[in-house]
């Protein structure tokens, strides 16, 4: 039987088991993008890439809404703040956009504003366009007229204090005249074409790193730890957006664009209110048209709504607002030779193909590298034999089309057969690891294949080890990627509970003490020791995040830190639970034999009676049973991160490992936040039939954002159900089960005042 793969398979031709998968390989992407991007200004992925998977996750969770995540990609903004510099909470939140990249998509932008607000699709609405620049976002706090406090978007919650380096930019003013009392100005920080290539070459002429594109000047400029040298750097700023206010700075978006212009900011001259979806779509298509005469880089047009009493009303969603979206410009191409193809071992095994490329400029960058996704993508076919939608016949020395959006490392578009050089062989893609020897082994429905080797295989522990040290995990002072490189190399850290014993091995009175490494000291070994000591006592969720288990991310870390609330309880549950993962793997198996079964003999599949079967041969008790089934159901984790967490702490060699580093910790429990005043705060809400006073969608933020769980289903475990008319087997269910219901007033009198 050809078995479709998930990532190569129309969402709507997805089973369940399918979905989930490809919701927890493109959450592992788009992870690492993030921190590459917002984190190390050295992005790894290239925009239209980064937005077709988030695309793609956005597609199955509407799908699959119980397989959305708590963790999903489209539920956060940025990465988490440096830690080399302090950090500043932001008193609201930092947004992100949502994207249209058609017409049709900002005509669906348009209706569901429409709908949202219960206008008539003839109704007035007034829309401000503006050119979506490409550079650094930036928050500027300004107190009775002084700026104050200046802070990176992070990931929009926390973010970097760069207030000195702020102070330095030209257009920014360090005092403002007329402002309200407080104010906090947001935009965006960037460099002209010219200024960047000024850089580039005072940088190439003094010996030093030349950057890859404008928004990566920008933004290593402005996170300087000297301010001196943001002060050298020709950085710019344009000032469209504003956080807390004392009071209000206009009653529009344009009103308040050109109040801040009148105060002294920089604001865009392209930005026009537009009344109607056609006017929207030419000013998109004339900013297109000037792009490459700008002087400056965008990537597309960005549209609100100008009522702000309007924008009040729609609201957020957990990061974007419904009261705007971006419109992004089509990816740009070029040509260029494919020199050789190698392969990465990553921290979890997976063995990627990278595309090494003849030097290239796309869109004014020079790339040299491209993803090449998996052996499939290469061989343009499937395990089978079988073509697959997305992937090419890619051979070493084809001249191939890149294209990017912003970003190096692109995406191959196509393949120039006409010039395919004789001789040219199909790419073989190792079975063996290259980095041990190991087999690297690709399980069934797995688009990537793994080393086996784990902990053994230098690469996977390498990237395990930085990973532990990463700023989301352990985050030890002194301690980062490339000195675990170093002392992973002479041999002094094998594994993470190494870190702890690092004194006793290399401190001042032993044989090979630190102190005397070439650059060390005493002081700064003193200092190293010292910071792993602060270390031994961490939070819960840090600890299940820093062991870099596949599928179990900083998010879902916290989620089951959330739920467990200590390390042992979270290890009985786990071990509890192993039994059952080994029945779920073997129930899967069994639904996959079904199908096979079922399409050969031209018979409807009987999925349930399949994985029922499974399950009773295993015999499984009713604990185990019952942990599992606990596990799977925490908010966020599923059945894939659950299958994950359970067998590494299952598997002999990593158990023992982590059990090794536990014994050096005082592993901090979590207790779950609660919403102060909120009378719904940690419980699980289900709105059923018409909702008369409010739409379902504003009474599901306002739920959200006073605590509440919003579920589409009734449970035992469901709260409240509120009913409006029309309420039917939801209303029917939760009298059945004892759950309390009210109607649509009552749950207004309810949240009043919280």
């Known amino acids: 039987m050809t078995r479709a793969r998930s990532d190569d398979m129309p969402v709507d031709a997805m089973t369940g088991e399918m979905a989930e998968a490809e919701i927890a390989r493109l959450t592992d992407l788009l992870d690492a993008a993030n921190v590459a991007y917002h984190s190390e200004d050295d992005p790894i992925l290239d925009d239209a890439a980064y937005d077709a998977a988030k695309r793609r996750i956005g597609a199955i969770e509407s799908r699959f809404p119980d397989l959305k995540r708590s963790d999903s990609p489209t539920e956060r903004v940025g990465a988490p703040a440096s830690a080399t ?27 569901s504003v429409r709908a949202y607000l219960g206008l008539d699709a003839d109704a007035p609405l007034e829309i401000v366009a503006e050119p979506k620049i490409d550079g650094l976002s930036l928050s500027l706090r300004y107190e009775e007229g002084r700026l104050v406090q200046a802070a990176t978007r992070g990931d929009g919650l926390v973010g970097e204090n760069v207030t000195a380096n702020a102070l330095c930019v030209d257009d920014i003013p360090e005092r403002v005249e007329g402002a309200p009392e407080l104010m906090e100005v947001r935009g965006e920080v ?15 002429e003094a010996g030093q790193k030349v950057f890859a594109n404008p928004r990566n000047a920008a933004a290593g400029s402005l996170r300087q730890l000297d301010a001196g040298i943001t002060a050298s750097r020709p950085l710019r700023f344009f000032a469209y957006a504003w956080g807390e206010l004392s009071a209000p700075l206009a009653e529009t978006q344009m009103g308040s664009i050109e109040r801040l212009e009148a105060l002294g900011f920089t604001t865009n001259p392209l930005t026009e209110v537009c009344p109607t979806i ?77 595309a090494r490329l003849a030097p290239v400029t796309v869109g004014g960058v020079v790339v040299s590298n491209a993803t090449l996704h998996n052996e499939d993508y290469i061989a343009g076919r499937d395990a089978s034999g079988q ?19 912003g970003d190096v490392i692109p995406k191959i578009a196509d393949v120039d057969l006409t010039r395919r050089p004789d001789g040219a062989d199909p790419f073989a893609f190792p079975e063996i690891c290259p980095e041990c020897g190991s087999a690297a082994e690709r399980e069934p429905g ?54 702890f014993t690092l004194e006793a091995r290399h401190g001042d009175d ?29 939070p819960l969720d840090r600890v299940i995040f820093s ?40 129930a899967e198996a069994a639904v996959v034999e079904e199908r096979a079964t079922a399409a050969a003999d031209g018979r409807r599949a009987r999925i349930s009676d399949a994985r029922a079967r499974a399950w009773a041969e295993r015999d499984v008790s009713p604990d185990a049973r019952a942990a599992w089934d606990a596990l799977v159901a925490v908010d966020g984790i599923g059945a894939v991160a659950a299958q994950a967490l359970v067998s590494a702490f299952a598997q002999g060699a990593e158990r023992a490992s982590i059990d090794r580093l536990a014994a050096f910790l005082d592993i901090e429990p979590v207790s779950a936040p609660a919403t102060e005043g909120s009378p719904v705060a940690g419980k699980t809400l289900v709105f059923t039939g018409t909702l008369e006073r409010m739409t379902r969608q504003e009474a599901k933020a306002r739920a959200e954002g006073l605590g ?44 009043e005042g919280a």
């Open 85 to 111: 510099f302090s950090k500043i909470t932001h008193a609201r939140r930092m947004l992100s956009l949502g994207n249209a990249f058609s017409e049709e998509d900002v005509a669906d932008f348009a209706r």
């Open 190 to 204: 960037y460099m002209t074409h010219a200024d960047f290539a000024a850089l580039n070459a005072r940088q190439s």
């Open 278 to 354: 056609e006017a929207m779509l030419a000013l998109y298509a004339r900013i297109e048209a000037q792009r490459a005469m700008l002087g400056y880089d965008i990537d597309g047009v960005v549209y609100k709504v100008n009522d702000l009493a309007l924008q009040r009303r729609l609201g957020t969603r957990s990061t974007t607002p419904r009261w705007a979206i971006a419109h992004k410009f089509p990816a740009e191409l070029a040509w260029t030779r494919l020199e050789r193809i190698e392969i990465q071992v990553g921290r979890t095994g997976a063995l990627s193909p990278v």
């Open 387 to 405: 073509p697959i939608r997305e992937g090419r016949d890619i051979r070493e020395g084809d001249w191939v089309q890149v294209y990017r959006a």
């Open 446 to 499: 797995d688009s990537v294949r793994r080393c086996s080797g784990g902990l053994t295989c230098p690469a996977q522990a390498v990237e395990k080890l930085k990973h532990f040290v990463s700023r989301a995990a352990f985050d030890i002072e002194g301690l980062g990627a490339k000195l675990v490189e170093e002392f992973h190399r002479e041999g002094w850290i094998a594994e993470p509970s190494d870190i």
């Open 510 to 538: 032993t044989e090979a003490p630190l102190k005397d490494r070439e650059g060390w000291g005493a002081q700064s070994a003193r200092n190293l020791f010292a910071a792993i000591d602060r270390k031994r006592s961490i």
């Open 547 to 586: 062991l870099g288990i596949r599928h179990v991310g900083e998010v879902v870390s916290a989620d089951l830190a959330r739920h467990y609330g200590d390390w042992a309880s979270l290890i009985e549950a786990v071990d509890l639970a192993v039994p059952a993962e080994r029945a779920h793997l073997a």
């Open 708 to 751: 509440a769980k919003v579920s589409g289903s009734v449970s035992a475990k469901t709260d409240l159900v509120i009913a409006g008319p029309g309420a039917g087997s939801k209303a029917k269910k939760a009298a059945e089960l004892g759950v309390e219901v009210i109607d649509e007033d009552g749950w207004i009198a309810l949240i």
